[in-house]
């Protein structure tokens, strides 16, 4: 268990991934903004048989991109515990932390493409909420980032 100190400076180490967690959601909140704002203007009406299908196929990707997401980053926090080299676990965790949070907000993307496509607001509302669940789900941890600092100085 750390010790205050060690609890402090973790927390502060978290301060970029923290960071990065908050510009994803700030982007989801600025493509509802877009949308109301410029609605009509931004749509371009696909036949509805085509964007039946587009979306179709969009919602399988981001059903699937969920168990992609946590997979990868699962190996991207083992791989800063076990790889090799001089970088600092706050920079490793770091990446690991954008990862995610990149193939997360690509859902929310997904949902502002079937907007300018000629969808409702309740698709758009949909990704969106999906999205959001993803930066939740993977979020930065204080007690992941703790295992990395923890293997990389026991690998000292």
């Given at each position: 268990?750390?010790?205050?100190?060690?609890?402090?400076?973790?927390?502060?180490?978290?301060?970029?991934s923290w960071t990065i967690a908050g510009i994803m959601l700030g982007m989801?909140?600025?493509?509802?903004?877009?949308?109301?704002?410029?609605?009509?203007?931004?749509?371009?009406?696909?036949?509805?048989?085509?964007?039946?299908?587009?979306r179709t196929i969009l919602y399988a990707c981001a059903i699937a991109l969920f168990p992609m997401t946590?997979?990868?980053r699962h190996i991207q926090l083992r791989l800063n515990q076990?790889?090799?080299?001089?970088?600092?676990?706050?920079n490793r965790y770091g990446v690991?932390?954008?990862?995610?949070?990149?193939l997360i907000q690509s859902i929310?993307?997904?949902g502002f493409a079937m907007f300018i496509l000629g969808d409702d607001f309740n698709t758009l509302y949909i990704f969106i909420a999906m999205s959001a669940l993803g930066i939740f789900l993977y979020r930065p941890k204080a007690d992941e980032y703790h295992q990395i600092v923890e293997a990389r100085?026991?690998?000292?």
């Open positions: 268990m750390p010790s205050r100190l060690e609890n402090k400076r973790l927390k502060s180490d978290l301060v970029f989801l909140v600025i493509y509802i903004i877009v949308c109301h704002a410029l609605g009509s203007q931004l749509q371009q009406h696909l036949p509805e048989n085509q964007r039946m299908l587009v946590n997979l990868i076990t790889m090799p080299g001089h970088e600092p676990a706050k690991t932390v954008m990862t995610s949070m990149t929310g993307i997904m100085a026991a690998r000292k």
